[in-house]
């Protein structure tokens, strides 16, 4: 069963800088389009970005454009999300998840979940 577990999350004051990670194992992870998403307490889920299997394309969410930048190792199974210039408001649990389609460029629907990762950004 493909699993997902995000890694690297923890306390930044605002302005800083934090990486996350995104292991995939018991499926593949190459061949799919990835995402990740947050949520905050009492929030709905967001979508923050995407990356295709190559690479080639990326998309972000208005909120995070310029300061976050998504990447991937397929090598590895493993998808990244560098974060800078940190606000407040971007204090949410995030996630990792695999697009439910194969060789998706921008993904509508996702069909695998990692547990989380908690990112703290204090003022």
């Known amino acids: 069963q493909v699993q997902l577990v995000e890694s690297g999350g923890g306390l930044v004051q605002a302005g800083g800088s934090m990486r996350l990670s995104c292991v995939l194992s018991?499926?593949?992870?190459?061949?799919?389009?990835m995402g990740w998403f947050r949520q905050a307490p009492g929030q709905e889920r967001q979508f923050v970005g995407s990356?295709?299997?190559?690479?080639?394309?990326?998309y972000y969410a208005d909120s995070v454009k310029g300061r976050f930048a998504i990447s991937r190792v397929n090598a590895n199974n493993t998808l990244y999300l560098q974060m800078n210039s940190l606000k407040p408001e971007d204090t949410a649990t995030y996630f990792c998840?695999?697009?439910?389609?194969?060789?998706?460029?921008?993904?509508?629907?996702?069909?695998?979940w990692g547990p989380g990762t908690q990112v703290t950004v204090s003022s």
């Open positions: 018991g499926g593949t992870f190459s061949k799919y389009a």
């Open positions: 998840a695999r697009d439910a389609a194969m060789w998706g460029i921008r993904p509508t629907n996702y069909a695998y």
């Open positions: 990356i295709n299997w190559r690479a080639t394309h990326t």
